[in-house]
C-alpha cells in the first residue's frame, strides 16, 4: 500500500485476554516504531526495529508487551493478560532510515480498549 | 532521559493570526520532528530538521540548537489549521525512539 496500515483499527477486549495489533510498513522502509497515546497525550515510545531486530525496546512498559518483526516488513505487537490501563491508541511509524535522520510516516492507529 | 515542552498546551485564534508554537527539551538531540494530529485522525509530519529552519506553504519550523529551543509558525492561520501540533526530538546513535510533547491544541476560528 502507499501508507503505513494498521489493524484492527478498533479492537474491544475482556480484561485478561491476549491481543495482537498489526502494521504494515510503507514498502522498502527499515526502520518501524511502535507508539502509545493515550488520551489527552502526546504519544509514548515503546520500541524500534531497524530490520528484523529490535534496536530499542526500552520504551515496553512491562513483559506483557511483546513484538516481532520476523521479515522485517510487517510487525506484531503482542499484549498479553491485558489490563484496564492498556487501553490506549497504538501507533505505528516507518521510517527509510530512522528517525534522526528521515522523515516519519504514521499509520492511523489501533485503538485498544479493555473492559 | 529528554524532557520535551510545547507551549502553550492551548491556543485559540482568529483567522488569518500569524501563531507561534514553542518547544524545548533538556539533552542535545540529532534531530526535531513537528507533527500534526487532527481530532480522531492520524499523525502527519511537518517539518524533520536539525538546525536552522525549513518553510512548507505557510508553515514555517526553526531550530536553535545551542539555546534546545524549536518555533514552529502558522502565516495567514486557517480553520483547517485546528489540530493538535506535536514537538518530538530523536537523540539518535542507536535510541532512535522519539520523545515526544504533549501537544498543542490549537483552534482557529472563522
Known amino acids: 500500500g502507499a501508507g503505513v496500515s494498521q489493524t484492527p483499527s478498533n479492537k474491544v477486549t475482556e480484561k485478561g485476554k491476549y491481543v495482537e495489533l498489526r502494521c504494515d510498513p510503507i514498502?522498502?522502509?527499515?526502520?518501524l516504531y511502535w507508539y502509545r497515546q493515550s488520551l489527552g497525550q502526546g504519544p509514548e515510545f515503546l520500541i524500534y526495529?531497524?530490520?528484523?531486530?529490535?534496536?530499542?525496546d526500552s520504551g515496553l512498559p512491562n513483559d506483557r508487551f511483546f513484538a516481532v518483526r520476523p521479515e522485517g516488513s510487517v510487525s506484531t505487537l503482542k499484549i498479553q493478560r491485558t489490563e484496564r490501563g492498556d487501553s490506549a491508541v497504538y501507533l505505528c511509524?516507518?521510517?527509510?532510515?530512522?528517525?534522526?535522520?528521515?522523515?516519519?510516516?504514521f499509520g492511523e492507529g489501533s485503538r485498544l480498549t479493555v473492559l | 532521559k529528554n524532557e520535551v515542552e510545547q507551549s502553550p498546551q492551548n491556543l485559540t485564534a482568529q483567522e488569518g493570526e500569524f501563531i507561534t508554537i514553542n518547544c524545548s527539551y533538556s539533552?542535545?538531540?540529532?534531530?526535531l520532528h513537528w507533527l500534526q494530529q487532527h481530532p480522531g485522525g492520524g499523525i502527519v509530519s511537518l517539518f524533520m530538521?536539525?538546525?536552522g529552519k525549513k518553510k512548507h506553504g505557510r508553515l514555517i519550523a526553526t531550530i536553535n540548537i545551542q539555546e534546545k529551543h524549536s518555533s514552529l509558525h502558522i502565516t495567514a492561520s486557517h480553520p483547517r489549521d485546528s489540530a493538535v501540533y506535536i514537538c518530538?526530538?530523536?537523540?539518535?546513535?542507536?535510541?532512535?525512539?522519539?520523545?515526544f510533547g504533549k501537544g498543542t491544541h490549537l483552534i482557529i476560528q472563522p
Open positions: 530538521l536539525s538546525s
Open positions: 511509524a516507518s521510517s527509510a532510515s530512522g528517525s534522526s535522520t528521515g522523515e516519519l510516516f
Open positions: 514498502s522498502g522502509h527499515t526502520a
Open positions: 539533552v542535545g538531540i540529532s534531530a
Open positions: 526495529f531497524q530490520g528484523t531486530g529490535a534496536a530499542d
Open positions: 518530538a526530538v530523536s537523540v539518535g546513535g542507536g535510541a532512535d525512539g522519539l520523545t
